[in-house]
């Protein structure tokens, strides 16, 4: 759906004649087609693609729930116990819930419901707010009209939208993944195809991403992701309840509440900030063709690749107690060691991280195996 986006959904997307090539890495789309319910017509799965780059919804509310469960130990301090509003915590407890309401795509809201309390983004027109209920806190900015109907999204470290995670997954399509079809589902009590990316690289922990589509307005309905052998996902975000009537205008108007904390922000100074953070990324990367032993690297392709980076020392003006506490989070990782050498492993159901002693980091969508191996050719 086109949802907080500044572009039609999915226009990046492989045109039809490309997304013949992708499918099965160059197999003919039109013999793979969904074994869809009777009461549904058969779609390729080159068709679902044209679907989704197509799909044009006028509005839309409806509630959304995201769970994960990634198979991590626990870790007192980082994946228990530590702070709900954490990245890493937010990406792997539980549940959380949002409701989202759309009337074209400079009339958007989405509400994040947790434990801790709501957070709202919302864009009527060039009014943008982001309001937090816990300490009553409300940002405001306007969009200049030449400035166009840009995506919002909330800061919650995971895809708060199928269409979030459906932009994730489809960005990976290349000849490393074969896509298929299987069937037909049920979500939200609406009828949809199933599209399902699988990676060919044996060594990649992801076993399947599953996009239900809607067999009407093509958008997607519930994107699931599989570890390999799973038999239930490790990530699913889904409608559970969806309407396609155009919400009332008064769902957009926000007034803050009594006694917030507003704070004024300027789009055009938000803008020379991250294009000034981008020109000094830019001077930190080494010329093009040139090698750098710190650098990020990456080793491999597709699926099974694995970032690695040299990290950095430490700072001699960085707090002795932040760098205690970091040293003693690190000290409750697993040990593992190998011709590479010694260091600890944080290993989940899609992914793995290794950090050695020597200062390096790898990390991938692969088994801590795969990350010894890229570990020891030095």
Do not use: C
Not at 145 to 156: F, S, V, W
Not at 186 to 199: F, G, I, M, Q, T
Not at 335 to 346: C, L, M, N, P
Not at 351 to 378: C, H, I, M, N, Q
């Amino acid at each position: 759906m086109s949802v907080f986006r500044s572009r039609p959904a999915l226009r990046w997307l492989v045109p039809s004649a490309a997304a013949v090539v992708v499918i099965g890495g160059g197999a003919a789309a039109g013999t793979i087609v969904a074994s869809a319910d009777p009461s549904l017509p058969e779609r390729s799965a080159a068709q679902l693609l044209v679907d989704l780059q197509n799909a044009k919804v006028d509005g839309l509310s409806g509630t959304i729930v995201q769970s994960a469960d990634l198979g991590l130990p626990k870790i007192q301090g980082i994946t228990d116990g530590a702070s709900a509003d954490a990245g890493l915590v937010s990406l792997i407890a539980g549940s959380n819930t949002a409701r989202v309401w759309y009337a074209g795509e400079d009339r958007a809201r989405l509400a994040l419901v947790g434990t801790g309390g709501e957070t709202d983004v919302i864009r009527n027109g060039s009014d943008v707010w982001l309001w937090q209920s816990e300490g009553n806190k409300a940002t405001h900015l306007k969009v200049p009209a030449e400035a166009g109907k840009k995506p919002q999204a909330l800061p919650t470290g995971v895809p708060t939208t199928p269409q979030d995670a459906a932009d994730a997954a489809l960005a990976a399509i290349d000849d490393s993944t074969k896509v298929t079809t299987t069937g037909a589902a049920k979500v939200a009590d609406r009828d949809a195809y199933e599209l399902v990316l699988s990676p060919k690289a044996t060594e990649s922990l992801v076993g399947q991403v599953r996009l239900a589509i809607d067999a009407e307005k093509h958008i997607p309905l519930r994107v699931d992701v599989y570890a390999k052998n799973a038999t239930s996902p490790a990530i699913r975000v889904a409608f559970t309840q969806i309407s396609f009537e155009t919400p009332d205008a008064q769902q957009f108007a926000f007034n803050p509440p009594p006694g917030a904390k507003v704070t004024e922000s300027n789009v055009g100074q938000l803008e020379k900030d991250a294009e000034k953070a981008a020109k000094e990324h830019d001077k930190a990367l080494p010329p093009a063709g040139a090698s750098s032993s710190d650098g990020p690297k990456v080793i491999g392709e597709g699926w099974a690749s694995i970032l690695t980076a040299k990290l950095p020392a430490e700072s001699s003006s960085a707090s002795s107690s932040s760098s205690s506490e970091a040293q003693g989070l690190l000290g409750m990782l697993p040990e593992a060691s190998g011709a590479w050498g010694k260091g600890r492993i944080f290993s989940g159901s899609l992914f793995s991280v290794l950090l050695t002693d020597d200062g390096r980091v790898f990390a991938g969508a692969v088994a801590p195996e795969s990350l010894y191996a890229a570990a020891a050719k030095k």
